[in-house]
């Protein structure tokens, strides 16, 4: 069965940084896209980005400039680099294999306030 592991959330002040890691197993970065998720309260799961298997990648707009995603395959190991957070990023990030709806994890609470 898979799982899906992501930490590193918190409470940060606007404009501060913060590093999300998802862990999970060997196969599904042998076989899928990955990609970062949030939900917000009151709105849809939205996709923030994503990675192929050989590190290309691809943002939404709302994030494009700030936030970088990276994989390490040795280490079945993703990541999310978010810098210049502003309250709007406030969310669960949730890691999945990009249109591959597994299990979902816990997620990770970010939340981005003064």
């Known amino acids: 069965q898979v799982q899906f592991v992501e930490s590193g959330g918190g409470l940060v002040q606007p404009g501060r940084s913060l590093r999300l890691t998802c862990a999970t197993s060997a196969s599904i970065f042998d076989r899928y896209y990955m990609a970062w998720y949030r939900q917000s309260p009151g709105k849809q799961r939205e996709l923030v980005a994503h990675i192929s298997i050989s590190g290309a990648t691809d943002y939404a707009d709302s994030v494009e400039g700030r936030f970088t995603i990276s994989r390490d395959n040795d280490k079945n190991t993703m990541y999310l680099q978010m810098n210049n957070l502003e309250p709007e990023d406030t969310a669960v990030y949730y890691c999945?294999?990009?249109?591959?709806?597994?299990?979902w994890g816990q997620g990770t609470q970010v939340t981005v306030s003064s």
């Open positions: 999945n294999g990009l249109d591959v709806k597994f299990p």
